[in-house]
């Protein structure tokens, strides 16, 4: 047999083998003009009649090569004409010349995924070897990716399928050669001013020089045993989560020290890395530093917190670890107040409505202390101005029930309040004492009795925002006068 046609069954075979195509799949190809993207369109391009698909080849100039860069995007052109393959090309220049490969590959990703919700594709097929399996391993465990990151490049990610993870370099050379296709060199991969590049042409060869002279089939091999590894680590931190470990509420998800405590240290990096995913949608910023840093904050005295990658921050609340979005804990202006100078029915403050009444007889004692945000003093006890405020050092107040004054720090201690909440809460002061923390607990210096004649009641009221209606509704009205 041939060995383009040996090349083509065992491609087949690995496609196969992972259920990487399906019928009338709609398959987008990068298409760089390099050997492996070659090969790789060439494969799909063999199995379009067995799966009745269709391929959209997409190819980026990032103009980085001067007249190198235009002859790749010509050699593409040609070569997808000759072959009925429909192609775009998007032209752009990069002009962040600090992390280029990661720029590069940001805008490639990019691209791509504007191309399948356009396109309306289904995979997105790209040519990653055997190689490039070794180069990914060593590249993350050097810079740390974790327990998962020695799986390397998955056959199946998402949308994205890798066919030529079974094939050395020379395989696929050998390929092109049998059937005389040239195809386009890049002459920046061989420089080694980029890590990865390094990792290729320097330490893997002087690792098989002197360690190991099968290290690419090792590493492959290594990759297979960590992605089963992974598989069923994943699945049992998803059961431990779904199972006893977390509770959530509108925002955020809430696991008991007690019992996170109690798991091996593996096993709480996937729940971590787990709970960061629902946050944020992916875990692929999750790594092992980030697992490091929530680690160090379990032993921690006090209120601990750990910024994450994408918005996400971790932190620690008396017996709770808790995952939050970033945007829910933004810093509160604490020098706002607000002077009232007599009773009001309505007013705001920040996003409260305040609702103020006097009255001469109580409501029914069953509904005097059901809400928290409603409170009844005496009015005669409260020296006008009012002040809405948030704390400050020294604030000390008389809890209802108490004979003497406590320190605010020391309240909010014992009623738990997490030290990130509490700028958050208003205090209601007259001009001598705090009256009410609202939510929470009134001065016991205003507390009503049976001689109470005059009663004040404040309740405190949440705003929620309203949605903004869409710009082409408002047009509409203001045209039409609806």
């Known amino acids: 047999m041939s060995s383009n046609h040996k090349f083509l069954e065992k491609f087949d075979q690995f496609v196969?083998?992972?259920?990487?195509?399906t019928r009338e799949d709609k398959i987008l190809v990068g298409f760089?003009?390099?050997?492996?993207?070659?090969?790789?369109?060439?494969?799909?391009?063999?199995?379009?009649?067995?799966?009745?698909?269709?391929?959209?080849?997409?190819?980026?100039?990032?103009?980085?090569?001067?007249?190198?860069?235009?002859?790749?995007?010509?050699?593409?052109?040609?070569?997808?004409?000759?072959?009925?393959?429909s192609l775009v090309i998007k032209n752009i220049k990069i002009t962040k010349q600090a992390n280029l490969e990661n720029n590069a590959r940001e805008i490639r990703l990019d691209y791509f995924n504007k191309l399948i919700k356009n396109y309306?594709?289904?995979?997105?097929?790209?040519?990653?070897?055997?190689?490039?399996?070794?180069?990914?391993?060593?590249?993350?465990?050097?810079?740390?990716?974790?327990?998962?990151?020695?799986?390397g490049i998955s056959p199946i990610s998402g949308k994205m399928i890798h066919p030529l993870l079974v094939f050395t370099r020379e395989e696929i050379e050998e390929f092109l050669r049998s059937e005389n296709i040239t195809w386009r060199e890049d002459k920046?991969?061989?420089?080694?001013?980029f890590t990865r590049n390094k990792i290729r042409h320097e330490l893997i060869p002087w690792i098989a020089d002197n360690l190991n002279s099968s290290i690419i089939?090792?590493?492959?091999?290594?990759?297979?045993?960590?992605?089963?590894?992974?598989?069923?680590?994943?699945?049992?931190?998803?059961?431990?989560?779904?199972?006893?470990?977390?509770?959530?509420?509108e925002?955020?998800?809430?696991?008991?020290?007690?019992?996170?405590?109690?798991?091996s240290?593996?096993?709480?990096?996937?729940?971590y890395r787990r709970i960061y995913s629902f946050i944020n949608g992916d875990n692929k910023d999750f790594y092992l530093s980030n697992f490091e840093e929530i680690e160090a904050i379990l032993e921690s005295s006090g209120s601990k917190k750990v910024y994450l990658p994408n918005k996400v921050f971790v932190y620690k609340e008396y017996k709770d670890l808790i995952f939050s979005p970033k945007k829910v804990l933004k810093k509160v202006d604490i020098s706002n107040k607000k002077e009232i100078t007599s009773i009001r029915n309505r007013l705001m403050f920040e996003d409260y409505r305040i609702i103020m009444k006097k009255l001469k007889k109580l409501p029914h004692k069953r509904n005097l202390y059901e809400d928290n945000n409603r409170v009844y003093l005496d009015l005669d006890k409260i020296n006008f101005p009012i002040f809405i405020r948030h704390r400050k050092p020294g604030d000390s107040f008389q809890p209802y029930g108490l004979k003497h004054t406590k320190k605010l720090k020391d309240f909010f201690i014992d009623e738990k309040i997490s030290?990130?909440?509490?700028?958050?809460?208003?205090?209601?002061?007259?001009?001598k004492k705090i009256i009410w923390i609202a939510g929470l607990r009134i001065d016991n210096r205003v507390a009503i009795t049976e001689n109470t004649s005059n009663i004040l009641q404040l309740k405190l009221e949440k705003m929620a925002l309203k949605k903004a209606r869409p710009a082409e509704r408002i047009k509409k009205k203001v045209k039409y006068g609806k």
Not at 16 to 21: A, V, Y
């Open 16 to 21: 196969s083998k992972h259920k990487m195509i």
């Open 32 to 85: 760089s003009g390099g050997a492996d993207s070659t090969a790789l369109i060439m494969g799909l391009n063999y199995l379009r009649s067995k799966y009745n698909c269709s391929l959209l080849a997409a190819h980026i100039n990032y103009n980085l090569r001067d007249e190198d860069s235009k002859a790749d995007e010509e050699f593409v052109k040609r070569f997808c004409f000759d072959r009925s393959i």
């Open 120 to 151: 309306r594709l289904d995979k997105i097929a790209l040519g990653h070897n055997k190689y490039d399996q070794a180069e990914t391993i060593l590249f993350r465990l050097i810079r740390g990716s974790g327990y998962t990151g020695l799986k």
């Open 188 to 193: 920046t991969n061989q420089e080694t001013k």
């Open 217 to 249: 089939d090792k590493l492959n091999n290594v990759s297979t045993v960590f992605a089963e590894t992974d598989l069923i680590l994943e699945e049992l931190a998803r059961r431990r989560i779904q199972k006893t470990l977390i509770k959530k509420n």
């Open 251 to 263: 925002t955020d998800y809430i696991i008991a020290l007690n019992i996170i405590r109690k798991l």
């Open 265 to 271: 240290p593996v096993l709480r990096f996937y729940i």
């Open 419 to 431: 030290k990130f909440d509490r700028d958050k809460v208003l205090l209601f002061c007259d001009s």
